[in-house]
């Protein structure tokens, strides 16, 4: 069959002019359609900004309690245009002087700048630049301390073994489990106490064994606004006592070495007869039903004195009252690769102690360990 006839049909049936206006109306429809409905493979060009959004951790400072009281999640903000601040997490951190502050994550959506990059109410959120946040309860500002794809202040925990000197009652209301909760979140418990006497009756050295929520950052764990480490003072706080202690360990909520008991000589010289006979065999040093010294024996004799005479020559003579007491005692010590430790400090022969007997306080000098 021909394509033309001798009229010029296609195919014998359509005139080739014809043909060419429908194939032409078809295209027209077609581009209209396009141009109507789009094409997913089509760049918008609706005009409508490229929105983009991040994290950041805003640090607070310290904040009074009303304010702290309404910091919640979900909380927003904008400062104009396209931006927009959500709070995601809000973490509330205690201060050795009493004062709580807080630390809140954000997320900042944005419009993208000419480089692809966030632009946040004019600036990109770096490190340590200042946001704030209005709502119509509160206005707070924080610095930006970190940022990133996490919705959550990022935390972990550490063990910590603390020193620090309380009142006597303080130290009896001290008991393993207790826990230091703000708004709801246990932010320290208590592992381990170990209690022991001081030349004062009316005050008590406290090692705290306490496993901390921390404050993960890049570079540290942090509490309290305190880097975790030796030598930071962190608080303590239950309904019933507030306490600071200064880190001793970290890693662990237990003192250095292995417990034991150890039987020491103790001397007293020069002591007073009144002051001597107030020692007895049987006494110990209890605290919260913890035995750390008791007394086994205890021998008295006459204390001593040197005497010079006018050619210059010394006598040893016995002194008139006084006394020397000798002590023999069961302790209980810590054994380290350094060294034997009792209540936490290191002793060795001519290291001074101290007994808190309840009724007498004992200052004695190690004459055998």
Same mark, same amino acid.
């Given at each position: 069959?021909?394509?033309?006839?001798?009229?010029?049909?296609?195919? /014998?049936?359509?005139?080739?002019?014809?043909?060419?206006?429908?194939?032409?109306?078809?295209?027209?429809?077609?581009?209209?359609?396009?141009?109507?409905? /789009?094409?997913?493979?089509?760049?918008?060009?609706?005009?409508?900004?490229?929105?983009?959004?991040?994290?950041?951790?805003?640090?607070?400072?310290?904040?009074?309690?009303?304010?702290?009281?309404?910091?919640?999640?979900?909380?927003?903000?904008?400062?104009?245009?396209?931006?927009?601040?959500?709070?995601?997490?809000?973490?509330?951190?205690?201060?050795?002087?009493?004062?709580?502050?807080?630390?809140?994550?954000?997320?900042?959506?944005?419009?993208?700048?000419?480089?692809?990059?966030?632009?946040?109410?004019?600036?990109?959120?770096?490190?340590?630049?200042?946001?704030?946040?209005?709502?119509?309860?509160?206005?707070?500002?924080?610095?930006?301390?970190?940022?990133?794809?996490?919705?959550?202040?990022? *935390? *972990?925990?550490?063990?910590?073994?603390?020193?620090?000197?309380?009142?006597?009652?303080?130290?009896?209301?001290?008991?393993?489990?207790?826990?230091?909760?703000?708004?709801?979140? *246990?932010?320290?418990?208590?592992?381990?106490?170990? +209690?022991?006497?001081?030349?004062?009756?009316?005050?008590?050295?406290?090692?705290? /064994?306490?496993?901390?929520?921390?404050?993960?950052?890049? $570079?540290?764990?942090?509490?309290?606004?305190?880097?975790?480490?030796?030598?930071?003072?962190?608080?303590?706080?239950?309904?019933?006592?507030?306490?600071?202690?200064?880190?001793?360990?970290?890693?662990?909520?237990?003192?250095? /070495?292995?417990?034991?008991?150890?039987? +020491?000589?103790?001397?007293?010289?020069?002591?007073?007869?009144?002051?001597?006979?107030?020692?007895?065999?049987?006494?110990?040093?209890?605290? $919260?039903?913890?035995? +750390?010294?008791?007394?086994?024996?205890?021998?008295?004799?006459?204390?001593?004195?040197?005497?010079?005479?006018?050619?210059?020559?010394?006598?040893?003579?016995?002194?008139?009252?006084?006394?020397?007491?000798?002590?023999?005692?069961?302790?209980?010590?810590?054994?380290?690769?350094?060294?034997?430790?009792?209540?936490?400090?290191?002793?060795?022969?001519?290291?001074?102690?101290?007994?808190?007997?309840?009724?007498?306080? +004992?200052?004695?000098?190690?004459?055998?360990?």
């Amino acid at each position: 069959m021909e394509i033309l006839d001798e009229k010029g049909r296609l195919f /014998g049936v359509v005139n080739v002019v014809d043909a060419l206006v429908v194939l032409l109306v078809l295209a027209v429809v077609a581009a209209g359609a396009a141009l109507v409905l /789009g094409s997913d493979s089509t760049p918008d060009d609706s005009g409508e900004p490229d929105l983009a959004s991040t994290h950041a951790t805003l640090d607070l400072g310290t904040q009074p309690e009303y304010i702290l009281a309404q910091l919640e999640e979900g909380d927003t903000y904008s400062p104009g245009g396209t931006d927009n601040l959500t709070i995601t997490d809000v973490r509330l951190e205690p201060r050795t002087n009493g004062d709580t502050a807080a630390v809140v994550r954000v997320e900042l959506e944005t419009e993208l700048g000419d480089d692809d990059t966030i632009q946040y109410d004019g600036a990109p959120p770096r490190l340590g630049r200042t946001l704030q946040v209005v709502t119509d309860e509160y206005l707070v500002e924080g610095t930006i301390t970190d940022t990133g794809d996490e919705s959550a202040i990022q *935390t *972990t925990e550490r063990e910590v073994l603390t020193v620090t000197t309380v009142d006597a009652e303080t130290a009896a209301n001290i008991d393993e489990g207790d826990t230091f909760t703000l708004r709801e979140r *246990t932010l320290a418990a208590v592992e381990s106490v170990n +209690v022991y006497g001081t030349d004062s009756p009316d005050e008590k050295r406290v090692f705290l /064994g306490l496993t901390l929520d921390a404050r993960q950052t890049e $570079n540290a764990a942090h509490f309290a606004g305190k880097r975790i480490s030796e030598g930071a003072s962190i608080p303590f706080r239950t309904s019933e006592y507030d306490l600071t202690g200064e880190i001793r360990r970290v890693g662990t909520t237990e003192p250095r /070495g292995d417990a034991a008991t150890r039987t +020491v000589t103790l001397r007293i010289e020069n002591a007073s007869p009144e002051f001597a006979d107030a020692i007895e065999p049987g006494m110990t040093e209890s605290v $919260n039903g913890v035995t +750390v010294a008791a007394v086994t024996d205890v021998d008295r004799t006459a204390a001593t004195r040197v005497l010079t005479t006018e050619d210059g020559d010394l006598y040893e003579r016995n002194h008139p009252r006084n006394v020397d007491v000798t002590l023999t005692a069961d302790l209980a010590v810590r054994e380290t690769p350094a060294g034997v430790t009792f209540k936490g400090q290191t002793i060795q022969y001519r290291s001074r102690v101290t007994l808190d007997l309840g009724t007498v306080t +004992v200052r004695a000098t190690v004459a055998s360990l």
